[in-house]
Nanobody, 120 residues
Framework: QVQLVESGGGLVQPGGSLRLSCAASGSIFSINAMGWYRQAPGKQRELVALVTSGSINNADSVKGRFTISRDNAKNTVYLQMNSLKPEDTAVYYC???????????????WGQGTQVTVSS
């Protein structure tokens, strides 16, 4: 059974940094994409950053501050968050598109989320 597990969230002051990690575990043959979404209270879930084998997509609100990286060997994606702002406060969810075999279907998976709170 495939699952995505996030870690690294917490409380940080404005201007601070956090590094989120998401490890995919289970029967994984290949990963097409991994990334991060976030959802603040009362708001819709939004894309933060997504990385595929050939491209990286970042939300305008985090460009220049957040950096996504992926370690294919570890089936892990990271999100380095710098210059954090109060408006970055949200639950951050790991997202992945993967298949369990060469003949398997590509499927989407979500992590349980990790809370990031930016406050003074």
């Amino acid at each position: 059974q495939v699952q995505l597990v996030e870690s690294g969230g917490g409380l940080v002051q404005p201007g601070g940094s956090l590094r989120l990690s998401c490890a995919a575990s289970g029967s994984i043959f290949s990963i097409n994409a991994m990334g991060w979404y976030r959802q603040a209270p009362g708001k819709q879930r939004e894309l933060v950053a997504l990385v595929t084998s050939g491209s990286i997509n970042n939300a305008d609100s985090v460009k220049g501050r957040f950096t996504i990286s992926r370690d294919n060997a570890k089936n892990t994606v990271y999100l380095q968050m710098n210059s954090l702002k109060p408006e970055d406060t949200a639950v951050y969810y790991c997202y992945g598109v993967l298949r369990e075999s060469s003949r398997g279907e590509w499927r989407s998976y979500w992590g349980q989320g990790t809370q990031v709170t930016v406050s003074s």
